[in-house]
């Protein structure tokens, strides 16, 4: 991704590049920079539909306190706010409040999924050869319930993501796979049939791995996942002989979206603002993704006088953390001629983690890396946030627009996205050190996907900028959608049941020049 200016022969991007500077100036002249918790006495007067009174309104403060209630309600739900449980049913019914309180039409729609839960106790053990030992490992989503007291290794060959790579498999083995090309839970349903006891995937790249099988999977063995050292240690461990056990528990449950559109502007142009609002069942969820969801609350707050020219669309998302299954469930529930009104949508998952990065969706493919370009207008709406960063002074990233997010079933609809990410499990590295400081070879967020995923694991500043970010490139496309071409019913390749790239979880990395 370059890192330059939109070119300034346009008009309108002169326009945003001026309120946005402007906005800088009042920003930080009334929050001090991080220090956005300064009041700003006029918020709840005015119209703040400027980008110097949105960016001053929109503050730290503000956007904390929805986490601070985001993580309240895990704490009294068991630690999470997974979706199809107590503690996403309070946190639905937060936002709808919110929402309500600040006079947007709040719907609540409901889906089915299949919810997952890790009972806990699992175990991968070495039984041979001697020394017998605890082999780290993490029990992938929607894996089934088993205990196999001992049994034999068998590396598959090419991947798995074929009946034939199981043609010479021993049933009553253990499958020891390497990650790859492929979706988890193909892998895993071609080693059960033929006749796996249990399986074992290992990663391709450094670091751990958190996986889904996805909610379809449904074959009753256990299947964990290993880094890719201990698994290429494994692999070439003749005579190994493992333990693997996992308690699991999948239920048909309902869940629920949560959509809150302003009443003034033009219903034939929706701009679509949103965030998954679950966590997973290991931890309250608060970078990930309270973090994106505070932000979109906030905004909506302070945006809630503002009378928009193109309708404006908030959605918190559920399902996501099994699968994108509440933003998919929308779009493929839509019927063409709404879907055609949906101009945009923007996108924020993870926007402070506590070693963070600042990645910009590669809309227009500019890295040359990974998946193509999203669909026509993606391009620009990168340019908006590279605009923003620049105009911040904060150097940034792209990253692959691989789907791993709530905005695949819109980009796979043909309809343009964009969005920001400051990183999950992946490790910083020395030359991003240079760029933005903090720990090189250190999980962006090292409490990805874990309990400690709290209120301590936040970066403040990342936080700060990020929700300026979201709330002025939002006021932007609410009042003009230059850019962004015209989209008419059945114009667009829509895929009528989407399904997550092959790797869902983790989120997406950050392209490593």
Request: proline share 5%; hydrophobic share 40%; aromatic share 8%.
């Amino acid at each position: 991704m370059q890192k330059i200016l939109p070119k300034l022969s346009s008009p309108g991007r002169k326009v945003w590049l001026a309120a946005t500077a402007a906005s800088v100036a009042v920003g930080l002249a009334a929050c001090g920079g991080g220090d956005d918790d300064v009041a700003v006495p006029n918020c709840a007067q005015q119209v703040n539909d400027t980008a110097e009174k949105l960016a001053a309104c929109v503050s730290l403060t503000g956007v904390k306190a929805h986490l601070t209630e985001l993580d309240r309600i895990a704490k009294a739900n068991n630690g999470n706010r997974a979706s199809g449980t107590p503690g996403f049913d309070q946190s639905i019914d937060y936002a709808m409040k919110v929402f309500n309180d600040a006079g947007y039409a709040v719907t609540r729609t409901t889906f089915s999924f299949v919810s997952f839960t890790d009972n806990g106790g699992s175990a991968l053990q070495q039984v041979a050869p001697a020394p017998a030992a605890d082999i780290a490992h993490n029990v992938m989503s929607y894996s089934g319930t088993g205990d196999v007291a001992s049994a034999p290794v068998t590396v598959v060959p090419n991947l798995g993501c074929d009946a034939a790579d199981f043609t010479t498999f021993t049933a009553g083995h253990i499958a020891l796979i390497s990650r790859g090309t492929c979706p988890f839970g193909q892998k895993a349903a071609n080693a059960a049939t033929a006749g796996a006891a249990g399986v074992v995937i290992y990663n391709n790249a450094e670091g751990d791995l958190n996986g889904t099988l996805g909610d379809a999977f449904a074959e009753n063995i256990p299947v964990v996942s290993v880094t890719q050292v201990l698994g290429q240690q494994l692999a070439a461990t003749p005579g190994l002989t493992l333990r693997i056990k996992a308690d699991t528990t999948r239920t048909t449950t309902t869940t629920y979206n949560v959509l809150a559109e302003s009443k003034a502007g033009d219903p034939n142009a929706v701009v679509m603002v949103g965030a998954h609002l679950d966590s997973v069942h290991e931890g309250a969820g608060i970078n990930d993704n309270g973090t994106g969801s505070a932000a979109i609350l906030e905004t909506a707050v302070q945006m809630a006088k503002v009378t928009p020219k193109n309708k404006l669309r908030f959605a918190l998302w559920g399902g996501e953390e099994s699968g994108l299954l509440g933003s998919t469930d929308y779009v493929d529930t839509l019927p063409d001629a709404e879907r055609a009104k949906i101009v945009l949508y923007l996108n924020f998952d993870m926007i402070g983690s506590p070693n963070p990065g600042y990645f910009i969706y590669d809309g227009d493919n500019s890295d040359n890396t990974g998946e193509a370009a999203g669909p026509a207008g993606s391009d620009a709406i990168e340019k908006a946030f590279e605009a923003f960063y620049t105009e911040r002074g904060k150097k940034f990233k792209g990253t692959d627009f691989d789907g791993r997010s709530d905005y695949g079933p819109f980009i796979a609809a043909g309809i343009p996205a964009g969005g920001l990410f400051t990183g999950a499990e992946g490790l910083k590295t020395e030359d991003e050190v240079a760029l933005w400081g903090g720990q090189a070879g250190v999980a962006y967020d090292k409490c990805y996907h874990a309990a400690c995923d709290d209120m301590t694991n936040l970066n403040d500043d990342a936080l700060d900028l990020n929700s300026d970010a979201v709330a002025l490139v939002t006021l932007r496309y609410a009042n003009s959608t230059e850019g962004i071409p015209a989209r008419v019913a059945g114009n667009s390749a829509r895929v009528s049941a989407y399904k997550p790239p092959a790797d869902m979880r983790p989120k997406h990395l950050p392209k490593l020049k």
